[in-house]
């Protein structure tokens, strides 16, 4: 039987004093996309998804991230330059919060929805589609992209690191590898499954399988998020590669 002990991945505020932030470059808008940073309220995560709404949400898109990086609905997210970084940019506000599965949805504006694509930073060819539990076994490759506080220093730390996927029932995964508190919210990739979107991270941690010790992250896969955003009234498909 697993035993789990997962701290929440929300980075402190106050810990931005011990990281510097790089100063991006103006000459162009920074795109709003799965792997993304963000902040709001003294929290920073990371986006996952882009999704657009349907049926009586057409035309509307959103980004997810993790219900425990924001506060209420209504909240602005900016981008941030980095990882426990500055605001440098409103890309929208809160949506809707589901605080049992740990989701939210933040509505992007005018701006940032010319900025949003689909693709995984660093993974152009990520997400072709939902990854549904009949379609993923353990062992499968998961791909993350986040700024999780330390791998945030550089590309490829932020956009390389890969886990293998210890288990997925359709609700919720479990993926062994590399996050870290600022990874919160942010996308996890099937690579084996055909490079399918597989969940949202939302916890972080370490845990045990048996009497072996383990790290990594868990949380919601994607047909269970998709679901419950359509029974309380955001009806949102996966926007893919």
Same mark, same amino acid.
């Given at each position: 039987?697993?035993?789990?002990?997962?701290?929440?991945?929300?980075?402190?505020?106050?810990?931005?004093?011990?990281?510097?932030?790089?100063?991006?470059?103006?000459?162009?808008?920074?795109?709003?996309?799965?792997?993304?940073?963000?902040?709001?309220?003294?929290?920073?995560?990371?986006?996952?998804?882009?999704?657009?709404?349907?049926?009586?949400?057409?035309?509307?898109?959103?980004?997810?991230?993790?219900?425990?990086?924001?506060?209420?609905?209504?909240?602005?997210?900016?981008?941030?330059?980095?990882?426990?970084?500055?605001?440098?940019?409103?890309?929208?506000?809160?949506?809707?919060?589901?605080?049992?599965? !740990?989701?939210?949805?933040?509505?992007?504006?005018?701006?940032?929805?010319?900025?949003?694509?689909?693709?995984?930073?660093?993974?152009?060819?990520?997400?072709?589609?939902?990854?549904?539990?009949?379609?993923?076994?353990?062992?499968?490759?998961?791909?993350?992209?986040?700024?999780?506080?330390?791998?945030?220093?550089?590309?490829?730390?932020?956009?390389?690191?890969?886990?293998?996927?210890?288990?997925?029932?359709?609700?919720?995964?479990?993926?062994?590898?590399?996050?870290?508190?600022?990874?919160?919210?942010?996308?996890?990739? !099937?690579?084996?499954?055909?490079?399918?979107?597989?969940?949202?991270?939302?916890?972080?941690?370490?845990?045990?399988?048996?009497?072996?010790?383990?790290?990594?992250?868990?949380?919601?896969?994607?047909?269970?998020?998709?679901?419950?955003?359509?029974?309380?009234?955001?009806?949102?498909?996966?926007?893919?590669?």
């Amino acid at each position: 039987m697993r035993s789990i002990r997962l701290s929440v991945g929300t980075a402190i505020g106050s810990a931005a004093l011990l990281f510097g932030a790089a100063v991006p470059s103006a000459a162009a808008a920074p795109p709003v996309q799965p792997g993304s940073p963000i902040t709001m309220g003294g929290s920073y995560c990371t986006l996952n998804w882009i999704y657009d709404g349907t049926g009586s949400r057409d035309g509307v898109v959103y980004a997810g991230t993790a219900g425990h990086c924001v506060n209420r609905t209504g909240q602005a997210v900016h981008l941030a330059d980095a990882a426990l970084g500055d605001p440098i940019q409103k890309i929208g506000r809160v949506a809707y919060i589901n605080k049992k599965l !740990d989701t939210a949805l933040i509505k992007l504006n005018s701006a940032a929805r010319a900025q949003a694509k689909p693709a995984m930073a660093g993974h152009p060819n990520i997400p072709t589609g939902v990854a549904t539990a009949k379609e993923t076994n353990l062992g499968d490759v998961c791909q993350f992209s986040g700024h999780g506080v330390g791998f945030h220093a550089t590309e490829v730390t932020q956009q390389r690191r890969v886990g293998v996927l210890a288990s997925n029932n359709g609700k919720q995964h479990y993926c062994d590898g590399a996050v870290t508190p600022g990874d919160s919210g942010g996308p996890v990739g !099937d690579v084996t499954a055909g490079n399918q979107a597989l969940g949202i991270v939302n916890t972080v941690g370490v845990y045990t399988d048996g009497d072996i010790p383990a790290a990594g992250e868990g949380g919601v896969s994607m047909p269970a998020f998709l679901a419950d955003a359509r029974a309380h009234g955001f009806p949102v498909k996966l926007r893919t590669v």
